[in-house]
């Protein structure tokens, strides 16, 4: 399967390497580019209107990131899913969003309360079939519950949300059970930000992002054993103090 799309990027848009890269990174983590689809360079330097120059160099930044794989004279093809990369990036945002959180709840001022409620009530009436808006706004709590950590924090817990798009898409509209429960799960999270809980927003915290990690990892591949978020999970929610 090779990605060929059929609109291309209007000519008065910028057009150097880091604009292709941001634009097919957004493609791919979003799912708009598949799993395994195949980038071909002459393609895309037609679809951006530019030399194949600014096309390899976008691919190799892609490539740097982890998300294609390309070999020398080989056409780059989007990296597969994996059960394995799906455990360790939630494994990674349980542990270290929760410190985040820890840091950042002391701080929420009235208006990031009542932003967080706010948005809990959209998450509850947006279905998830319309993804986009669905994960705007969830995207959106998720990193207000975390703004008040460090722009160096932020940057790698985005970073690590970003690539989880790709496997969220799976969760999300695999178990409306699921959905609902995580909805739920907001409900409580802002409620424990609210009372200025750090300890009890923390396990809340780290449960939902596990529960949503080790179904998905069910999904995928029953039979794979998630030791390390398993771990991570330990770690948070049986430690007194972060």
Same mark, same amino acid.
């Given at each position: 399967m090779a990605?060929?799309?059929?609109?291309?990027?209007?000519?008065? %848009?910028?057009?150097?390497?880091?604009?292709i890269y941001a634009?097919?990174? #957004?493609?791919?983590?979003?799912?708009?580019?598949?799993a395994g689809a195949e980038l071909r360079q002459l393609t895309l330097a037609t679809q951006f209107h530019v030399s194949r120059g600014p096309v390899r160099e976008a691919l190799r930044l892609l490539q740097q990131e982890g998300l294609i794989d390309s070999e020398v004279n080989q056409r780059a093809r989007v990296r597969s &899913?994996?059960? $394995?990369? @799906?455990?360790?990036?939630? =494994?990674?945002?349980?542990?270290?969003?929760? *410190?985040a959180l820890s840091v950042s709840v002391p701080r929420m001022t009235e208006d990031d309360l009542d932003s967080l409620e706010r948005l809990v009530e959209e998450?509850?009436?947006?279905?998830?079939?319309?993804? !986009?808006?669905?994960?705007?706004i969830h995207d959106g709590f998720h990193r207000l519950l975390l703004s008040h950590s460090s722009p160096q924090t932020l940057a790698f817990l985005t970073y690590l949300a970003q690539h989880t798009e790709r496997y969220r898409?799976?969760?999300?509209?695999?178990?409306?059970? =699921?959905?609902?429960?995580?909805?739920? $799960?907001?409900?409580?999270? =802002?409620?424990?930000? #609210?009372?200025?809980?750090? %300890?009890? @927003?923390?396990? &809340?915290? =780290?449960?939902?992002?596990?529960?949503?990690?080790?179904? /998905?990892? !069910?999904?995928?591949?029953?039979?794979?054993?998630?030791?390390? /978020?398993?771990?991570?999970?330990?770690? *948070?929610?049986n430690t007194s103090q972060l």
């Open positions: 990605f060929d799309a059929t609109e291309s990027v209007e000519v008065d %848009r910028p057009s150097s390497p880091e604009w634009q097919l990174r #957004r493609r791919i983590l979003s799912g708009e580019i598949a &899913l994996s059960t $394995e990369e @799906a455990e360790h990036l939630y =494994a990674l945002r349980v542990v270290n969003e929760a *410190v998450l509850a009436d947006t279905h998830p079939r319309d993804f !986009a808006e669905w994960e705007s898409r799976i969760y999300v509209s695999d178990s409306a059970a =699921a959905w609902r429960m995580g909805s739920a $799960e907001h409900v409580l999270i =802002a409620k424990a930000c #609210r009372e200025r809980d750090i %300890r009890g @927003a923390n396990v &809340l915290l =780290a449960n939902h992002l596990a529960r949503a990690g080790l179904t /998905l990892v !069910a999904i995928m591949s029953p039979s794979y054993e998630p030791e390390m /978020l398993r771990a991570a999970l330990f770690q *948070v929610t």
